[in-house]
């Protein structure tokens, strides 16, 4: 699995952006009032979440 950047601009409120699965994201520059929809085919679990950029490599590779 190779790193690549790309970056994307949420400027329409009628478009959304799917991100599946071991895709690191940042978020930038919000507008005033924004809204944020999430949806999922689990439930929520914390444990299973990664929050450093050095586990979610650690994790790309054992995917692998």
Known sequence: MTAKKQTFIQNRP???????????????????NPLALILSSTLYNEAGCIRSFPDFLTACHEAQ
């Open 14 to 32: 009628h478009y959304g952006l799917y991100m599946p699965k071991l895709n690191w994201r940042t978020m930038q520059n919000f507008s005033t």
